[in-house]
């Protein structure tokens, strides 16, 4: 039953997809179209939705709780990272994807799937715990994984300065998610206005993202792509080992059940589409990283009902 529920929710994910796939198939979302979605939904709208829900879900006696809960996410991301380093040795993985190997199958879509996902199988609750993930997510990707493909790159001298690093680590919605925490710190009480603002932005967040992810499916070249055995071992270590990890480490660090949930459910996600991008800004392979993060996005329609069925199963 909790399968079935879990698969259901995720098929209503699929079809909204499906909506932004039809809408690039007919042409009727263009490349300015395609650029404009991304900046308006990570800019403009997911910003105020993450204040909102800070401040509406979270009171100041939960802020070391939430000290502690930034901690595990980074820490079950960078356990995975020295893990996936390993078995991509261990199984003579091609050279050139073997920085961005591990850092594909550590890091996951935290945002533009991570939000619908979890809102679908927990509701609005869930959002600070998300923001939790995306934060150790986000910091990780910016700081190790950057100079993991920086280094495997054929554009070395390209690299991003340490500004642009920070900003991308600060990036508007972990500003909102930050000034949220800022606000209930201070103890102001949030006007009717302002929260209502925020409640009307954050409800066009996750279809907006789903959209957009339809439309990116749309543009891969599927002839193209090839189920090889490296995409197939990255493939088992981000949808299934990574969450197995961050499972396992939650038998020895107590967490509240919701914030484990979400948690596991953040680290089955897909990969995020930051990965083909940064690769190809930086000359390295990008085919299996477009390839990687395509599939990861349709396999993850199944493997996430199934973590949701151990976690009501077993925590």
Not at 24 to 29: E, P
Not at 244 to 272: D, E, Y
Request: hydrophobic share 55%; proline share 5%.
């Amino acid at each position: 039953m909790v399968f079935l529920n879990a698969l259901q929710s995720m098929m209503s994910i699929v079809l909204v997809c499906l909506v932004g796939y039809v809408l690039a198939w007919k042409g009727w979302i263009t490349r300015e179209t395609e650029i404009f979605i991304p900046r308006f939904v990570t800019q403009v709208v997911i910003p105020p939705y993450m204040f909102g829900n800070v401040v509406t879900h979270f009171q100041r006696e939960q802020f070391m709780h939430l000290i502690v809960g930034s901690v595990v996410p980074l820490l079950s991301i960078l356990a995975s990272f020295l893990l996936f380093m390993a078995i991509a040795w261990l199984f003579r993985v091609d050279k050139k994807p073997r920085g961005l190997f591990p850092t594909a199958s550590a890091t996951s879509n935290t945002l533009f799937i991570g939000i619908p996902v979890n809102t679908a199988l927990f509701g609005d609750v869930a959002m600070t715990q998300v923001l939790l993930y995306f934060f150790g997510n986000t910091v990780f990707f910016w700081t190790i994984g950057n100079y993991c493909l920086a280094s495997e790159g054929e554009h070395k001298s390209q690299r991003l300065a340490v500004r642009d690093i920070l900003k991308r680590i600060f990036s508007p919605p972990l500003c909102g998610m930050l000034a949220g925490i800022a606000w209930v710190l201070i103890g102001l009480p949030l006007p009717f206005v302002l929260k209502n603002s925020c409640i009307m932005l954050g409800s066009i967040a996750s279809p907006l993202a789903l959209v957009f992810i339809g439309v990116i499916l749309r543009r891969i070249d599927w002839k193209g792509v090839k189920m090889g055995r490296d995409i197939t071992l990255c493939l088992i270590c981000r949808l299934a080992i990574s969450p197995a990890i961050l499972f396992g480490m939650l038998h020895f660090i107590p967490l509240p059940a919701l914030t484990g949930h979400v948690f596991i459910m953040q680290s089955s996600l897909p990969s995020m589409t930051n990965i083909a991008l940064v690769a190809a800004f930086y000359g390295a392979d990008r085919q299996f990283s477009s390839v990687f993060v395509a599939l990861s996005t349709i396999l993850a329609m199944i493997t996430v009902p199934c973590w949701m069925t151990v976690i009501t199963l077993y925590m």
